[in-house]
């Protein structure tokens, strides 16, 4: 009973796929190329939206005037020196930089200050000073 029941399935398996290859269809009129019609659409409607004085869920009037947001006050421009970063001399326990300001080569350690100017940090390639507040990273 198995085995037919098998075989009923194979062989209408069979005939449908022999039946697709086959190419003996027959064109749908709908489907044919010459009675496509764009259909029609119905104009968008439009909305406008009328600014509430009062909150309609918790019935209290709402300020018409939008706060802005604070205005960042611009740093002044700070003419910085002249600064080239020159190498590192590296010791057993701390790093020396090499900084060149204004001309004067001067040895500087991490912290120090040489006028306004302090070395925040710096490693092999780059340090960053810091001078009037304002911070600034000069490469090798």
Do not use: H
């Amino acid at each position: 009973m198995l085995a037919l029941t098998v075989l009923i399935l194979w062989g209408i398996l069979i005939f449908k796929f022999t039946g697709e290859l086959s190419g003996d269809t027959v064109a749908d009129p709908k489907y044919q190329a010459n009675t496509f019609e764009i259909p029609k659409t119905k104009k968008k409607e439009v909305y406008s939206l009328i600014p509430l004085e009062k909150d309609p869920f918790m019935g209290t009037i709402s300020n018409s005037k939008k706060k802005s947001a604070p205005k960042k006050k611009k740093q002044p421009t700070i003419n910085w020196p002249q600064l080239q970063y020159r190498g590192m001399v590296k010791g057993e326990n701390n790093s020396a930089f090499i900084l060149s300001i204004n001309g004067q080569d001067q040895i500087l350690n991490r912290g120090e200050q040489f006028g306004e100017i302090k070395l925040v940090r710096g490693d092999q390639k780059k340090i960053t000073v810091r001078f009037k507040g304002q911070t600034k990273t000069v490469d090798l």
